[in-house]
């Protein structure tokens, strides 16, 4: 059998023969309508595998992917998705601002706990042979450089509820390995993704989607927090979706694995490489407070085992957002909103 990759989309950093382990399998994506959902259920239609993308947004973004609408955290909705697959990704999740981190906790720690707990078991019962979860850099304590530790974390989670939540999935899959032996369940944890089908939510979106969104509403000047010095790590949806499809296929030896751009780029280049794609007048707020001067993920341990190699430039990967944007400036309406008033 030959894929055709290349007259349907790039093959990134995945190998033909890795790609052609996916011809025929049954796979299932959870959040395959989000971030980086989307992108791997791209790469796994150009393989030939049968997709299932499953999530609660009003969103199709492929024509040959089974869509099932429906709520993780339902046990029994879980059990019925996961049987008789051979590969689960599961990368559905909550993702807000800060602000909206602190100010409601409860949307992101219960829902997030729910659906972590109820698709692990669910595969773990119908014997999914391949499974890969997507936790995070806020399960991370306080660092300026996080790379991956032999042992448990020292200290709580930068990002406080959602990050415990991201703890306590992989904690389930450590107790899976030690009890049943299960080798094939991998964790990554993704830095501050961005990319087409990011959260453009003006209510709770991220600093990438946040500032397109203000330039696209004309702002004159976008006023910026802080003295642009702080110090982020971006990572392109695509590359992480890669890595993603990587720590499935080679497992991650029963430990998280860092996916990350493994660059550190302050605020203020941030914004110049933005201006280079859309021209717009910056101004820095120096008398408000800039944030942790530094978050940027060792993805050394990734390299090696996976053969995670991003891509895609922080230029590049802003361009690509940018025009989808353009296009998809209202896809956030049909989001699932978590933090809708209940």
């Known amino acids: 059998m030959t894929l055709n990759l290349a007259d349907q989309m790039s093959k990134g950093m995945i190998s033909d023969s890795i790609l052609r382990f996916f011809h025929g399998k049954n796979v299932v994506v959870t959040g395959g309508s989000g971030l980086i959902g989307r992108q791997i259920v791209n790469r796994l239609v150009a393989t030939g595998a049968s997709v299932r993308s499953v999530s609660l947004d009003e969103i199709q973004v ?14 029994g909705f879980c059990q019925r998705i996961v049987k008789d ?23 992101f720690l ?17 014997k999914v042979e391949r499974v890969v979860y997507t936790s995070s850099i ?14 448990e974390d020292e200290g709580p989670p930068m990002d406080m509820f959602p990050g415990w939540a991201k703890r306590m999935a992989e904690l ?47 702002e004159d ?9 702080a110090v982020r790590d971006f990572a392109y949806s695509e590359d992480v979706a890669d890595g993603v499809i990587l720590a499935l296929y ?29 021209p717009f007048m910056a101004q820095f707020d120096f008398t408000k407070p800039s944030g942790f001067p530094r978050r940027v993920m060792d993805i050394s341990l990734a390299k090696t085992l996976l053969g995670y190699d991003p891509q895609v430039s922080l230029l590049e ?11 998809n400036h209202d896809e956030y309406l049909k989001r699932q909103n978590y933090f809708a008033a209940v």
Not at 62 to 75: A, H, R, S
Not at 110 to 126: D, F, G, I, K, S
Not at 221 to 229: A, N, Y
Not at 317 to 327: A, I, S, V
Request: charged share 20%; hydrophobic share 35%; proline share 5%.
């Open 221 to 229: 000047p976008v006023v910026i927090w802080g003295d642009g010095t």
């Open 172 to 218: 389930q899959i450590q107790a899976y390995k030690i009890q049943y032996g299960l080798q094939h369940y991998a964790v990554v944890r993704p830095c501050n993704v961005y990319g087409p089908g990011d959260n453009f939510d003006p209510d709770n979106a991220m600093v990438i989607p946040t500032l397109m969104r203000r330039i696209f509403s004309r």
């Open 317 to 327: 990967g802003l361009q690509k957002t940018w025009d989808w944007y353009l296009e």
């Open 110 to 126: 219960v829902p997030l706990l729910m659906m972590n707990t109820n698709m692990l078991e669910a595969c773990r019962l119908n």
């Open 85 to 107: 697959m051979d590969c689960i990704f599961h990368v559905a999740g909550i993702k807000g601002s800060i602000e909206v981190t602190k100010s409601k906790p409860a949307s």
């Open 250 to 278: 080679h497992g991650t030896g029963g430990r998280y694995v860092n996916l990350g751009s493994g660059i550190g780029y302050p605020i203020k280049e941030l914004v110049e490489t933005l201006q280079r794609v859309i």
């Open 62 to 75: 492929n024509d040959k992917v089974e869509y099932l609408k429906g709520d993780l955290c339902d046990f």
């Open 138 to 151: 806020g399960a991370y304590p306080s660092a300026e450089v996080f790379k991956e530790a032999e042992g």
